[in-house]
């Protein structure tokens, strides 16, 4: 089983910066595409960016030059930096992860979410 661990979420000023981790931990054979996704309040939730295992990224447009997405797969971590922020970038973050178990059987894993405000 592959859990997923957000942080870095919180309270910013429209313009600021933020930058979220997702540690992704347990047995697992692979980790292939990561993303993160976001739901605001009343909206569905809605994909932000997705990161194939060779780094390869497809960003929403929305947030194409202000949000960069990386990811560590030593340390089998996923990064959202995030700057210039907007109030509409206001939601709760989601990260997550799809590969194979042990098994070989396929996974898509979910992270519990971190909060993003961002308001003046």
């Known amino acids: 089983q592959v859990q997923l661990v957000e942080s870095g979420g919180g309270l910013v000023q429209p313009g600021g910066s933020l930058r979220l981790s997702c540690a992704a931990s347990?047995?697992?054979?692979?980790?292939?595409?990561m993303g993160w996704y976001r739901q605001a309040p009343g909206k569905q939730r809605e994909l932000v960016v997705v990161i194939t295992s060779g780094a390869r990224t497809d960003y929403v447009d929305s947030v194409k030059g202000r949000i960069t997405a990386s990811r560590d797969n030593t340390k089998n971590t996923l990064y959202l930096q995030m700057n210039s922020l907007k109030p509409e970038d206001t939601a709760v973050y989601y990260c997550?992860?799809?590969?194979?178990?042990?098994?070989?059987?396929?996974?898509?894993?979910w992270g519990q979410g971190t909060q993003v405000t961002v308001s003046s």
């Open positions: 347990g047995s697992f054979r692979s980790i292939d595409a």
């Open positions: 997550n992860a799809n590969g194979r178990n042990m098994d070989r059987r396929i996974y898509s894993a």
